[in-house]
């Protein structure tokens, strides 16, 4: 008889013929149902990206309460057992210490809202000045998706992984009302020493964030599942950004075009906010409108002006 490998072994053991150590990975009945009430930094990973099936998935999963479990994924594995080694090497070679590990945060103002910390460094320099970061320790194999290139992997996990930063910043800012300006991915690279990535917290895209995550627990709310999702992009990190020639680029014409037209449209432009602005300086402090020379400027209660072209 063919002797079983240990994959397969592992592929059909049940929940509890595998070792204490892989069982003691596993989280307990109360983490798992707090999960399935609530949207973490990697849920809002799933729920950000462009995945219909995955989004599907994780609706079906805190729908039912039910979690796969994760403690033999070798991967997931390989996660748990570097994070310690990841953040530490960080902490030696960024000289500094990395602060409130494996903290759970919930929301006030969203009550849907929670993550676990990998950490927190304060201070940190970084392309904007010194500030406060969230760090976060991950392990990938690394292995190129198809049709991808090597050194693409990495740019791909930095999109991948950005709303969980951007997630878990504004948790932290909102628990201890201080601004958190950086993100920190920090990547073990199957064996490769770790290297670390900054990406400046954006807010317009936490809150676009937190939208898409109450979309997706109000749909949970009344048990119909997301058909539509609000995919935002999360920002770019500066070191991805490239210049581009647009006389060469293949939107050329429709480039030239409007480039034409808001030359052509400048000069007008200023001259109108100008002649706007003096408009309503001259309307008189009494005035409930003011008409003349075809246009009508509205005063409101609150004083606000307001101009209209009409008919005279």
Known sequence: MAKKTCESSLTSAGADDVPAFFRSLRLDQKSLDERSNTIGGSDINIIASDDAEAIRQLYIQKRDNVHNDLSTVWPVIMGIVTEELNTEWMAWKLNSEILDRQRVIRGKKHPFMRCTLDGVIDPYIGIKGTGIAVFDAKFTLGRPLKGESFQDVIPRLIRKYTPQLHWNAYLLEEADELPVEYGLLSFIRAGDRPTLHEIPIDKDYQEALIKQA?????????GLEPAVTINEAPPIPAEDRVPYDMTSHEDRDEWMRLAGNWRQTKG???????????IKRLVPANASEAVGGGIRVKVAKNN??????INE
């Open 214 to 222: 109450a979309f997706f627990m109000n749909s949970l709310k009344i």
């Open 268 to 278: 007008a432009v200023e001259t109108f906010k100008d002649a706007e602005t003096e």
């Open 304 to 309: 606000r002006k307001t101009i209209e072209a």
